[in-house]
């Protein structure tokens, strides 16, 4: 019988979930730190980071350039206040200060009506970055090692 990974990791989660339980408080734990204890802040930053990776021209910049923050400036679909709102469930007053302190941080910049990423946060977010990236290796990991423990059987799509 296959199986996807969500079927097969709710089923044995408790086995599993002290290795994908950590990774991830490691990363709320470093943006925590990142942004002074600031959540809020950084979920602002993520869905506008999220309409700049969602660009099909970024693929233009190469990972190296994305990551040193050495750009003029990225392509983006932009977001706005409203958007960014609605989508994280964050109260509409609360997004519009965190976007002014984000632009005057330099995280993020106000093209036109619209928001987008600041080469700038690629390189302040290297740290965010390095534990999320370490979050999937492991998650990934985690659901390899037991599809194999189920005999090879489940499928991990």
Not at 95 to 110: N, P, Q, S
Not at 116 to 126: V, Y
């Amino acid at each position: 019988m296959r199986q996807t990974a969500s079927k097969l990791l709710r089923e044995h989660y408790v086995s599993v979930a002290n290795e994908l339980l950590t990774p991830l408080q490691v990363v709320m734990a470093t943006a925590r730190a990142e942004f002074d204890g600031d959540l809020d802040k950084f979920i602002v930053l993520m869905e506008v980071v999220l309409r700049t990776a969602s660009d099909k021209r970024l693929s233009a910049i190469t990972s190296q350039e994305l990551m040193s923050g050495d750009s003029a400036s990225y392509p983006t679909l932009g977001t706005n206040i409203r958007s960014i709102a609605q989508s994280s469930g964050i109260p509409r007053e609360t997004v519009r200060r965190k976007v002014l302190d984000l632009l005057a941080e330099g995280w993020i910049e106000r093209n036109d009506h619209t928001l987008g990423m600041a080469p700038k946060a690629s390189k302040k977010l290297t740290p965010v970055r390095d534990v999320i990236l370490d979050l999937a290796a492991r998650n990934y990991q985690t659901v390899m090692t037991l599809a194999e423990r189920n005999g090879g059987q489940d499928e991990t799509g």
